[in-house]
């Protein structure tokens, strides 16, 4: 099958978020080439990244735009069986780091060009780069999208859901604290002010602001865990154990259900700071600080009425919705007013993993989506 071909050509392409997406952008930009279709690339500010924007029929309104990102997350650590970024097929799976997500659900797409032929509405495809380190370079192609294209009925994002409509994700605040205490011989605490002490202070009490969260937040809203979450990823500090630490480091996130801000969160964490860590802090030195800055932001997602989504649902003949607690790049899409909805091959809970893997059965499903894609935007209406 052409999918699969072009599925191990975009596996391929080593597109780890800290890389450049440069040379599947090429071979991509080629490929629509080879069937007469143009397309525009929306660079990074430093240029090593881009974003990939093409249409595909005639320039008129109502036609779906089929968004993936191009990035996929590190292999660092993980025991694959096999290369992960060379497919390998075995029992109906195809293994590769983003055969999931989400280069299968690209890779289906463009293998459909040759049928593309006879589109009376377009198919646009938007290509992102960065969604895995907070959703970074959609925001400038959705742009460029809204000012430019012929405006569309709405946006498919293919993240894996088993080819079902998903009407809702949360957004997620990527933070970094940095703790400065002071340093002191370890045998003198009261001299020193202990930046990993102190830090290990402020991760306790966002866990306690999580426990609360999940206490407070109705269990029926459709979110596998219902409740807005806060969690510290890494953590880093000191430099040796008889000596009071003077920095420490630890970055944390915030993913929210819809309706949950987020800032609030954030504000009233830095209050806790000020009013509560750091007076004692600067009793015993007043250099001493807490700093914490957002590194990437991205809003929450959930629309459960709109255009797109019937669409998808009259194609798949699946009536049935759900929401997800990964973040995407939807709550982006709704937020530039667009209809948006969550559709593609694949499951989450092979993303990312070490073997990660698209079934054969679901390319297939996928194909048969697009198929009906096609068939429904070349009709006469």
């Avoid at 004692?280 to 459960?304: G, K, N, Q, V």
Wanted: hydrophobic share 35%; charged share 20%; net charge negative.
């Amino acid at each position: 099958m052409e999918s699969i071909s072009l599925i191990q050509h975009l596996v391929g392409y080593n597109t780890v978020s800290r890389d450049s997406n440069l040379p599947l952008i090429d071979f991509v930009q080629n490929y629509l080439l080879d069937f007469g279709v143009d397309s525009r690339r929306v660079l990074s500010q430093d240029g090593k990244k881009s974003n990939l924007i093409a249409t595909v029929g005639p320039q008129d309104e109502g036609g779906v735009v089929l968004s993936g990102h191009t990035d996929v997350v590190p292999v660092d650590g993980q025991e694959w069986s096999s290369d992960p970024f060379v497919i390998r097929r075995d029992n109906g799976r195809l293994y590769g780091r983003g055969s999931c997500d989400m280069k299968g659900f690209i890779g289906i797409a463009l293998s459909k060009l040759p049928e593309m032929k006879s589109l009376r509405k377009p198919i646009h495809f938007a290509l992102s780069y960065d969604e895995e380190v907070g959703c970074l370079g959609a925001p400038d192609m959705i742009d460029v999208i809204n000012q430019e294209l012929p405006v569309p009925l709405g946006v498919i994002v293919g993240e894996p859901t088993s080819m079902r409509a998903v009407t809702g994700h949360k957004g997620i605040v990527a933070l970094r604290t940095t703790v400065k205490g002071f340093e002191a011989h370890s045998s003198q605490t009261h001299r020193g002010v202990s930046a990993v002490m102190t830090a290990a202070r402020l991760v306790n009490h966002l866990d306690e602001v999580a426990n609360r969260l999940a206490d407070e937040t109705p269990r029926n809203n459709g979110f596998e865990p219902h409740a807005t979450s806060v969690h510290v990823g890494v953590i880093n500090g000191g430099t040796a154990l008889n000596i009071i630490s003077g920095q420490c480091q630890f970055t944390w996130d915030i993913r929210n259900i819809p309706g949950d801000d987020p800032q609030r969160l954030i504000e009233n964490f830095e209050k806790f700071c000020a009013d509560e860590i750091l007076p004692t802090m600067r009793a015993r030195h007043s250099a001493c600080s807490i700093d914490t800055r957002i590194l990437a932001r991205c809003p929450a997602f959930e629309d459960a009425s709109n255009p797109i989504l019937s669409l998808v649902q009259g194609l798949t003949g699946n009536l049935e919705t759900s929401k997800v607690a990964y973040t995407a790049e939807a709550g982006q899409y709704q937020g530039a007013g667009f209809p948006t909805v969550l559709c593609g091959p694949g499951s989450i809970d092979q993303a990312h993993q070490p073997d990660e893997y698209l079934e054969s059965s679901e390319v297939e499903n996928g194909e048969r989506f697009i198929d009906s894609l096609i068939a429904h935007l070349s009709a006469n209406r």
